[in-house]
């Protein structure tokens, strides 16, 4: 190997010089020996190889790569990474070939992250070539789907927030898609779940069924929809996710969801009980359920603040106590250490605490109107009639007077503009 590179350097005319490399590249390439294509690697990144000459084999040897094992591949690749390093910005092109190869096979072997990672070290911001918007984007999203895949929201949002800087100029329609259900499914992850539904309701909306060579199929825009219910379901109550459960429960295709008949009841405010909650649990993901700092799942969290605000149209007052039984909050269970003997302490007046709590926190946020009344462990529901009933009469006030000077108008003969 060392006398056909001496030969091959040895060789004055350049076109020359290139065909006996590409010859000592394919022997290489068909051998799979590892240690040979070290070191072609070191010899084409040596001071014996013209940069003309290194760029135009290490283009081959990187399109080439992908004939090798798999195994062989990832440790010649990373072999060539590392040796290129300190000469990157001579070889940003063969740089890019390799790490797209790489982040291919990751990616066939379901190592999302390894694959994001190895794209994410692609210099989109180089001053050496030139680079379009469009590719950037294409990278940015990409990164962000492959971190999605192992619902990695924070490292996902790096490459969307750069990727955002893009997509407002951007014509490419299906990678301003793509992006679309990249951030729908980051808000998602982050459990900013109204912001969330509104995305993956825009989403569901599509009217185009062909977007560039892509088709976009009626259960896509179905899964969008159901996104879009399920997350409108776990957001915080209140009367923003009220509008958004109105315009969702309006709309005819949410009646064909296997989710619709919750739906409909948290629409309509009736309390969930625990069998209803229990069967729309088995249609949440991982993280739809995951455990809170206050030991209560998002699920959890989300059924007791809907149930609260149900109350709240049902009830006038009700104490802590039975709020805590409505809720469905189980009692406080703490294990005691007595000698050899463990014993379970059940604190049922922590339901109370932790319906005052919960209550108020709503009320404080404004997303329930009420009173709390501690010393007799009573809250005191709100109603909103009285103050719409007052609207309404000012609206009729209002129209009254604006007949009686239409009224005058026409006595005096004064023409009145429609």
């Known amino acids: 190997m060392d006398g056909a590179f001496a030969s091959a350097s040895a060789i004055s005319d350049q076109r020359q010089k290139i065909e006996q490399y590409k010859l000592i590249l394919s022997s290489v390439i068909t051998s799979s020996d590892i240690g040979q294509a070290k070191k072609f690697i070191d010899h084409m990144l040596s001071d014996d190889?013209?940069?003309?000459?290194?760029?135009q084999l290490l283009q081959i040897f990187a399109q080439e790569l992908g004939m090798l094992e798999p195994e062989s591949q990832k440790e010649i690749a990373h072999y060539t990474l590392t040796q290129i390093q300190p000469r990157v910005v001579s070889f940003e092109e063969q740089v890019l070939i390799i790490r797209e190869k790489l982040a291919e096979l990751y990616e066939s072997e379901q190592l999302w992250?390894?694959?994001?990672?190895?794209?994410?070290?692609?210099?989109?911001?180089?001053?050496?070539?030139?680079?379009?918007?469009?590719?950037?984007?294409?990278?940015?999203?990409?990164?962000?789907?492959?971190?999605?895949?192992?619902?990695?929201?924070?490292?996902?949002?790096?490459?969307?927030?750069k990727a955002s800087f893009l997509v407002s100029n951007s014509q490419h329609e299906v990678l301003n898609l793509q992006y679309k259900v990249c951030y729908?499914?980051?808000?998602?992850?982050?459990?900013?779940?109204?912001?969330?539904?509104?995305?993956?309701?825009?989403?569901?909306?599509?009217?185009?069924?062909?977007i560039g060579d892509e088709w976009i199929d009626e259960e896509a825009l179905q899964q969008a929809?159901?996104?879009?219910?399920?997350?409108?379901?776990?957001?915080?109550?209140?009367?923003?996710?009220?509008?958004?459960?109105?315009?969702?429960?309006?709309?005819?295709?949410?009646?064909?969801?296997?989710?619709?008949?919750?739906?409909?009841?948290?629409?309509?405010?009736?309390i969930l009980r625990k069998p209803e909650i229990d069967a729309f649990a088995e249609e949440l993901k991982a993280h739809q359920k995951a455990l809170l700092p206050d030991n209560f799942t998002v699920l959890d969290r989300a059924m007791i603040e809907h149930n609260l605000l149900s109350a709240s149209k049902l009830y006038t007052?009700?104490?802590?106590?039975?709020?805590?039984?409505?809720l469905g909050i189980a009692p406080q269970k703490v294990d005691?250490?007595?000698?050899?003997?463990?014993?379970?302490?059940?604190?049922?007046?922590?339901?109370?605490?932790?319906?005052?709590?919960?209550?108020?926190?709503?009320?404080?946020?404004?997303?329930?109107?009420?009173?709390?009344?501690?010393?007799?462990?009573?809250?005191?529901?709100?109603?909103?009639?009285?103050?719409?009933?007052?609207?309404?009469?000012?609206?009729v006030g209002l129209c009254q007077a604006l007949n009686d000077v239409l009224d005058s108008m026409a006595k005096k003969g004064l023409s009145i503009p429609v």
């Open 49 to 55: 190889v013209p940069l003309v000459v290194s760029r």
């Open 113 to 161: 992250s390894k694959a994001a990672q190895m794209l994410s070290g692609i210099d989109l911001d180089s001053t050496m070539r030139v680079i379009d918007d469009t590719f950037r984007l294409s990278k940015c999203v990409q990164i962000a789907r492959l971190y999605l895949e192992d619902d990695d929201a924070v490292n996902a949002e790096a490459f969307i927030n």
């Open 184 to 210: 729908a499914r980051i808000l998602d992850l982050k459990r900013k779940f109204l912001e969330a539904a509104l995305r993956y309701y825009d989403i569901s909306q599509i009217e185009k069924r062909q």
């Open 225 to 270: 929809l159901s996104a879009a219910v399920t997350c409108t379901i776990l957001a915080a109550a209140g009367p923003q996710r009220s509008r958004v459960l109105a315009t969702l429960y309006k709309d005819e295709r949410c009646s064909k969801l296997k989710i619709y008949p919750i739906l409909q009841k948290v629409y309509l405010e009736r």
């Open 317 to 326: 007052n009700i104490s802590f106590d039975e709020l805590g039984t409505l």
């Open 336 to 395: 005691l250490v007595l000698g050899e003997h463990v014993v379970r302490v059940i604190y049922p007046d922590m339901m109370a605490l932790i319906a005052e709590k919960i209550a108020s926190r709503m009320i404080y946020e404004d997303r329930m109107r009420g009173s709390i009344d501690q010393v007799e462990a009573v809250i005191h529901f709100e109603d909103d009639t009285e103050e719409l009933q007052q609207w309404d009469q000012q609206i």
